[in-house]
């Protein structure tokens, strides 16, 4: 069709207020099956579009195929050419990612009308830079420190490594008034991407999110959900499609453990020394419990940490955590704690420092429950062989419910505790920690060795109400058949 000068002009305002009208109108992109089509968004499209104009910092969590780095494409397109000397940086996995990125937009501008196109003052692979002054910079994470940004885009965020250097190292770049636009499938909760969006759920950072379903997506229908999870693994299908973040690493627990632990921990707690203690249930008089301890120095590096175990149902009524509190301060509050849940088993890791621990706990402050293993020595000795065997406790426990986790922070190291594909060994993955977990398999571990060396077993409070103080439980020698006999008369005469 060709347009008059007074309707060119008329389409230039348009596209210049609304990147959707340009995009829906002049942008073609390359359709795997159907070839070169116009771009026409899609209503949730159209809602991404719509937050990254309103609002300064927006987090996406997309599902596989759902053309949103394409849409950032168009989107940094129309910005250069409406826009002058606006810079945008577009950051993606690797080089190979970011070189495709740069040729999407040049295959939207090399289709857009004449009067559309701006002169091009530079033009490689990792870059276009229009005689508007605007650009788009498209490269692999670890390049922009020091660049002037007014739009930092980041593909697949949750993929790429080393992320929380490259953004402590960016960030600086627009800080002054540039927008950040973060997508990514999800990849577990061991990295940034997911550390930004569950802050910004709490309320904690000024990240927008956005969330998108397949279900929005008009070519994704039920008869082709139930096609494409028959073809693959379900994890796989959670992660490229249901953006679960749970359970998509390699973690130690299974997905739905961690599920359920999800869904069952207590939001609400009493924090107790600087919060450095969280109070989930107070002693109950008639149960016992036990305290398993992690130790650190206190320096700022790994962390102290201990749990509160209810014996009777192996509930979690109270979490230690601190990189700040001192060996002798951690040792006088363990005691004032298992003095409190009725002088409550200690259980400590026996190595050089939790010795140090032992002693200062059994001999300096005289505390009088402290666990013994087989070979009646205080605390566990944890070579790699007993490791592996306290590690096993830990999972059956969890995963069969015998120890229920209250605390969220406790959660948050068991979805970050995973197996090493290389290695094969399972500790915390990188820049996370395990004190936490390491605590809670020790006392898992104690917790089985109590329990099947406990002569009489443990009632409950409710229990305890609920009998009959004068009845006590007999064995019929006729029918051998349980029943009860009346003492009342013994303590009457």
């Not at 995009?23 to 359709?31: D, E, K, T």
């Not at 006729?478 to 029943?483: A, F, L, R, V």
Request: charged residues 25%.
């Amino acid at each position: 069709m060709v347009l008059s000068r007074e309707d060119i002009a008329e389409e230039i305002r348009k596209c210049s207020e609304d990147p959707k009208h340009f995009i829906n109108n002049y942008v073609n992109v390359i359709h795997p099956i159907r070839g070169v089509v116009p771009f026409k968004l899609f209503k949730f499209q159209q809602r991404i579009v719509d937050e990254v104009i309103d609002t300064r910092f927006n987090l996406v969590r997309k599902f596989r195929q759902a053309g949103i780095t394409t849409l950032c494409a168009a989107y940094s397109l129309w910005s250069i050419i409406f826009k002058e000397h606006h810079n945008v940086m577009v950051v993606s996995i690797g080089d190979r990612e970011s070189t495709a990125f740069l040729a999407r937009v040049m295959d939207m501008y090399e289709d857009l009308p004449t009067w559309l196109k701006p002169v091009i003052k530079e033009k490689n692979k990792h870059t276009l830079h229009l005689s508007t002054g605007s650009k788009v910079k498209s490269q692999p994470a670890g390049a922009g420190r020091g660049e002037s940004v007014s739009h930092l885009i980041v593909d697949e965020a949750a993929f790429i490594e080393r992320m929380r250097e490259f953004w402590a190292a960016v960030y600086p770049t627009v800080s002054t008034g540039g927008k950040v636009t973060m997508l990514s499938t999800v990849n577990g909760m061991s990295n940034l991407f997911y550390e930004l969006w569950r802050d910004a759920n709490k309320g904690e950072n000024r990240f927008n999110v956005v969330e998108i379903n397949w279900r929005e997506h008009p070519d994704y229908t039920e008869k082709w959900a139930e096609e494409t999870r028959a073809n693959m693994p379900p994890r796989l299908w959670l992660q490229e499609y249901e953006c679960e973040f749970l359970g998509t690493g390699d973690t130690f627990i299974d997905f739905d453990t961690l599920q359920r632990l999800t869904d069952t921990v207590v939001a609400s707690f009493r924090p107790e020394y600087q919060n450095r203690l969280r109070v989930f249930k107070d002693p109950d008089p008639y149960h016992q419990y036990m305290i398993t301890v992690d130790a650190s120095y206190g320096r700022e590096h790994d962390y102290s940490a201990f749990h509160v175990i209810n014996l009777y149902n192996g509930e979690q009524v109270a979490e230690f955590y601190s990189n700040v509190t001192s060996l002798r301060d951690l040792a006088q509050i363990i005691s004032d704690v298992g003095i409190r849940y009725n002088l409550a088993y200690v259980v400590i890791e026996r190595n050089g420092l939790g010795m140090a621990l032992i002693e200062r706990l059994f001999e300096d402050i005289e505390y009088e429950n402290m666990w013994m293993d087989e070979k009646g020595e205080f605390g566990i000795q944890l070579t790699t062989k007993t490791r592996e065997v306290v590690l096993s406790y830990l999972e059956d426990y969890v995963r069969s419910s015998k120890i229920k986790v209250n605390s969220q922070r406790t959660l948050d190291e068991l979805v970050t505790f995973i197996i090493n594909e290389d290695t094969g060994k399972v500790a915390a993955d990188d820049g996370y920690h395990d004190d936490l977990v390491m605590s809670l398999a020790n006392g898992a571990y104690a917790m089985d060795g109590i329990r099947n060396s406990s002569p009489v077993p443990v009632e409950s409070s409710e229990e305890r109400e609920v009998k009959d103080p004068y009845t006590i439980p007999i064995r019929s020698s006729k029918y051998n058949e349980p029943s009860n006999e009346d003492i009342r008369w013994v303590i009457d005469n």
